[in-house]
């Protein structure tokens, strides 16, 4: 706006003719046209810039947009026992997941979910908190929805925007609780489990293995999920396929056979004494395969399916008797009598006794070692016994002395060289490796150099003090002692490399000495006086060892290690109750470990998997 | 024959503009059609159907406003303006609007006070200065217009409505322009109102001051006019700041987004760069009209009313833009033609204020779904959705047909 124009156009102090108006207008109106054109102008070329020059960029920017990538979960591997009995499988299922949107319109989705899908305040704002810090990808709310309240959200869809409901397969586990602990369960992937190598490829929402088989062969069952693409509006609703981008379908997990035994877990399951808590384990010693493994109390995996509800998490985790621990696995014990047998290896391997040695001291019912009697668990005395006695009688006293006479170094050299302090290895996450003292250092360092005597020794001898170990760890060396092959690596998959895998320690007894051993357990468990006798078996010969721990939790422990048959063993077996009565302790573990090996040498003589042969058995 | 086409031809005054007037409304109709088809229905989808109402309506109201002679119509001004102003009061105590107090509503009728009030000022300021002998220089002597587009203006922006505030200012400086006030004094006039803008930068505001002290020494107007321009110039550069503050923050985002839309992609920026995603995959020929995918599936806010424009970019891609773009340049070029063919003062200043505000219009609607505007919610003339302001607009239609049959 310049002023020398102004100027000409009025004349104060004139009146204008009408000519003049019409000169003003004229020039005013060519100037107003001049603002006109140019502001179209300019309004033409910002077009230009955005539909001509940046086409190719905003049309991308609009496919973006409106394109979801939804993540199709592969179907998980079944799993089969060694029969071929279906262990875990999938059955289709409704998963509900919100699409990412405003965290607002999620949470008041939430809300209106609540009632159908039984969320409590908690776990809306829980899950509220999982939609906001991972914006952009859709948060699963519930992978097991029943189809009624698929029926019942799908009626109500206006209210239910962001809500993608999608069938996907569900994980079952038809034997129930009796497999919890080994096959584990599934649940959707946490933000810790993202941050590991292994799972770089996951995503958030997706399901994975929590725990034992499930998750020791995650990568194998999990599969590789495919991707389909949906057209979403501005609010984040599906509007319908996203025809020009094809899906990419689901790779599926591969299948996996274990050498479980199904009826084992369901016999086990069906025997275990349900006030108590305990574990029974059983391998077959040749191959090292896992016939069971089984802890109790136990769980459902398939509460897990379909994310398990806070108060049932803590109930399981709050429990006392503990239910989700393993106590096959990761639970450890003084092993007690059943380390005689340990013992007497380190002894014979030495060449400081025999199997018919005596030790100076009769039993009477205690050893006084110092100034104080180490009792044997026989008040009035087991009187003179051998070697082979003093196992058939679990006499504590005669071990006392075979002990001093090992000698503390000899001991701990020898038992750690039977490789009792570590893991098995077995292909299980949360195995606990049993705990022994690899050195007099060791003690030195504990109690300091003064602060132990060398009566340590005494207790190391019977299973006590100092060690503990696990029910598959004893299950192990029993394996060794039961075969005389090097000791086989347990394991739960049918796999020949895993069959060929062997330990590097070695019981190194000769095949004599050895059957001297296993003749001695064979009377425990077949001689009247054995501590297992009342156990025995009509039909095979069962050999182990009993064992009566005491622990500062309470009543003993009861356990029993043993296998079948003596001659040609194909059964390991060995079990623990928890704090069990004083008065009968070995009656608790040793039947049940006993009907389990019955129940294994019974069914082997059934031909196996062909339903042709199965029907045509009498 | 020949005598009655010529009778509807003098009736219309320029049958071609309003031919043109009527031709954009249709295609507002498409429009809005287009804009309702969404994949997930939404009430949008019947606008087109009370839109067409509508156009019936204003075709009625231009055939009577446009057998009213302007003479007539001048006498009546006062009272209508009066009645705007009243309304205008009446909607800031009982109005009701999202987030705005801008609707009345009687009978199950929603009304617009403000779109009433455009034309009553227009109506106002052409009888104001329209009457007189001689365009004023002095700009003191200019109060009376002053106060007739200030009273609606403080109104407007009380509701808030910056918009269409706005346009109240356009439209005095069009009817000042046109009354044949010396650019100078219109200059001198507008300089505070740019202190205002310029005010959040003191170095800016400065070289501005420095700029109208010069100017106003180089053209020595009166003493008590320089002092007022000067005056002005300083207070408002001084309220910037304070007025600044006093925006409802929506409002102050609109303009902190329209400088960087980055600053807020999901919040006040999102309508902005879904705007600019439609238009710009719109290409040179579009998606093809109810094709395009942005609408479609409702990432234009407000698609049948303020955001209208980017669907048609969308839609109808570049060409289609510039094809509307000159439909509205024909169609206001022939505004200012008539407007300035008109030896009715009254009439004349009328007819290039109605341009001034419909150009007003067009620039910051379709200048807002680009970016070029900041977003102030004006709507596009003839295309948005909404009863009152196409009433008004044919009314205005109406008022330029008589004055070019009166001419």
Redesign the interface.
């Known amino acids: 706006?310049?002023?020398s124009?102004?100027?000409g156009?009025?004349r104060?102090g004139g009146?204008?003719s009408?000519s003049d108006?019409?000169r003003?207008?004229?020039r005013?109106?060519r100037l107003?046209?001049g603002?006109?054109?140019a502001?179209?102008g300019?309004?033409?070329i910002?077009?230009?810039r955005?539909?001509?020059v940046?086409?190719e960029?905003?049309?991308l920017?609009?496919t973006q947009?409106?394109l979801r990538a939804i993540s199709v979960p592969p179907p998980r591997g079944s799993i089969y026992d060694r029969r071929g009995r279906l262990l875990a499988e999938n059955v289709p299922g409704y998963s509900l997941a919100l699409l990412p949107g405003s965290p607002d319109s999620a949470r008041a989705t939430l809300e209106r979910l609540a009632p159908w899908l039984e969320l409590n305040s908690e776990r809306i704002d829980e899950l509220h908190e999982r939609f906001r810090q991972r914006p952009g990808t859709a948060l699963l709310v519930d992978d097991d929805l029943e189809p009624a309240v698929v029926a019942a959200i799908e009626e109500r869809r206006p209210q239910f925007?962001m809500v993608l409901i999608d069938t996907h397969p569900s994980r079952r586990y038809p034997p129930g609780s009796s497999i919890g602990h080994v096959i584990g369960y599934v649940s959707e992937i946490s933000e810790s489990e993202l941050e590991i190598p292994d799972f770089e490829t996951y995503e958030a929402g997706r399901i994975i293995g929590k725990k034992g088989i499930e998750r020791q062969y995650e990568l194998e069952l999990g599969g590789e999920p495919g991707v389909r693409f949906v057209?979403?509006?501005?609010?984040g609703?599906i509007?319908?396929e996203f025809g020009p981008r094809p899906s990419i379908p689901a790779t599926p997990g591969a299948d996996l056979t274990l050498g479980l035994d199904l009826e084992l877990h369901e016999l086990a399951d069906s025997i275990f004494p349900d006030t108590m808590k305990g574990g029974i384990v059983a391998l077959d010693p040749r191959s090292g395969e896992v016939l069971l493994l089984y802890s109790f109390p136990t769980f459902d995996p398939n509460r897990f399916v379909g994310g398990i509800s806070s108060e049932n998490w803590s109930a399981l985790r709050d429990d006392p008797a503990e239910p989700l621990l393993n106590r096959a696995l990761s639970a450890l014990y003084p092993p007690g009598s059943t380390w005689k047998p340990v013992v007497s290896s380190v002894a014979m391997r030495e060449g400081v006794a025999g199997i018919e040695d005596f030790m100076p001291n009769g039993c009477n019912g205690a050893l006084q070692y110092g100034n104080r009697p180490f009792r044997c668990w026989k008040r009035s005395g087991h009187g003179a016994l051998d070697m082979s006695g003093a196992i058939k009688e679990s006499c504590n006293v005669y071990f006392y002395q075979l002990g001093q006479r090992i000698g503390l170094d000899r001991l701990l050299s020898g038992v750690n060289s039977l490789g009792f302090n570590g893991r098995t290895g077995i292909d299980l996450p949360g195995e606990v490796g049993g705990r022994f003292p690899p050195s007099r250092d060791w003690y030195d360092e504990r109690f300091g150099p003064r602060g132990w005597t060398e009566s340590v020794t005494l207790n190391l001898s019977i299973g006590q003090g100092e060690t503990e170990q696990s029910l598959l760890r004893m299950a192990q060396f029993y394996a060794a002692l039961a075969t005389g092959l090097p000791p086989v690596i347990p394991h739960l998959r049918r796999s020949e490399v895993l069959e060929n895998r062997r330990v590097d320690w070695r019981v190194d007894l000769s095949d004599p000495q050895r059957g001297q051993i296993v003749q001695a357990m064979s009377r425990v468990v077949n001689e009247p006086g054995g501590t297992a006798y009342r156990f025995r078996l009509a039909e095979w010969e069962m050999v182990g060892k009993t064992g009566t721990a005491q622990n500062p939790h309470g009543e003993p422990h009861s356990w029993f290690v043993g296998f079948a048959p003596a001659n040609d063993p194909r059964i390991v077996v060995a079990a623990i109750v928890e704090n069990g009565h004083p008065d009968n302790t070995t009656s608790l573990a040793v039947p049940l470990a006993s009907r389990v090996v019955q129940r294994f040498l019974t069914d082997e003589e059934v031909p196996t998997s062909s339903p042709a042969v199965t029907a045509s058995t009498p | 024959m020949n005598v009655r086409k010529e009778g509807i031809a003098v009736r219309l005054g320029d049958p071609l503009f309003v031919a043109a007037a009527l031709t954009l409304a249709l295609f507002g109709i498409a429009m809005i059609y287009s804009a309702g088809l969404?994949?997930?229905r939404t009430p949008v989808a019947n606008a087109w159907k009370r839109q067409a109402v509508w156009l019936a309506l204003s075709v009625i109201a231009f055939a009577f406003a446009s057998r009213v002679p302007l003479r007539w119509l001048e006498w009546a001004t006062p009272w209508i303006y009066g009645l705007s102003i009243l309304l205008l009061i009446a909607v800031l105590v009982v109005g009701s609007g999202p987030g705005t107090r801008s609707w009345l509503k009687f009978a199950g009728f929603s009304f617009q006070p403000a779109e009433l009030a455009k034309l009553a000022t227009i109506l106002m300021l052409a009888r104001s200065l329209g009457g007189r002998?001689?365009?004023e220089?002095r700009l003191l002597r200019l109060w009376r217009p002053m106060v007739i587009a200030f009273a609606p203006f403080l109104l407007v922006l009380a509701q808030p409505d910056l918009g269409s505030a706005v346009t109240f200012g356009v439209i005095l400086i069009c009817a000042l322009?046109?009354a044949?006030?010396?650019?100078?004094?219109?200059?001198m006039l507008v300089s505070p109102g740019v202190s205002l803008l310029l005010g959040w930068s003191a170095t800016i505001w400065g070289v501005w001051f420095v700029f109208v002290i010069i100017?106003l020494y180089?053209?020595r107007p009166w003493m008590l006019e320089a002092v007022a321009v000067g005056v002005g110039n300083l207070a408002a550069g001084a309220l910037a700041a304070p007025l600044w503050n006093s925006l409802a923050p929506y409002q102050q985002n609109r303009l902190l987004v329209f400088l960087n839309p980055g600053i807020d992609p999901r919040g006040a920026g999102w309508h902005l760069i879904?705007s600019?995603?439609?238009?710009?995959?719109?290409?040179?020929l579009g998606r093809g009209f109810g094709e395009g995918?942005?609408k479609?599936?409702?990432?234009l806010p407000e698609q049948h009313n303020d955001f209208i424009f980017s669907v048609v970019?969308e839609e109808l891609?570049?060409v289609g833009?510039?094809v509307v773009?000159?439909g509205?340049?024909w169609l206001?070029?022939r505004t200012?033609?008539i407007?300035?063919g008109s030896?009715q003062n009254f009439g004349?200043i009328l007819t290039?204020a109605l341009?001034g505000a419909w150009?007003t219009h067009?620039?910051i609607n379709?200048?807002m779904t680009?970016?070029?505007m900041p977003v102030t919610g004006l709507p596009l003339p003839f295309i948005s959705y909404g009863g009152t302001f196409l009433l008004m607009t044919f009314i205005g239609v109406a008022l330029i047909s008589r004055t070019a049959q009166e001419h």
Request: zero cysteines; charged letters at 15%; a positive charge.
């Open positions: 706006m310049t002023g124009k102004g100027n156009e009025a104060p009146v204008r009408q108006v019409d003003m207008r004229s005013r109106a107003a046209l603002a006109l054109y502001s179209i300019l309004l033409a910002a077009f230009f955005l539909q001509v940046g086409q960029e905003y049309t920017q609009s947009n409106r925007r057209e979403v509006d501005a609010r609703s509007v319908g | 969404t994949e997930i002998e001689e365009p220089v322009f046109w044949g006030v010396p650019l100078f004094t219109i200059f100017l180089l053209r879904q600019q995603v439609a238009i710009g995959s719109g290409g040179w995918p942005q479609r599936l409702s990432f970019g891609g570049f833009v510039l773009l000159l509205f340049g206001l070029q200012v033609k407007a300035a030896s004349s290039f341009f150009f067009l620039v379709v200048g680009v970016g070029l």
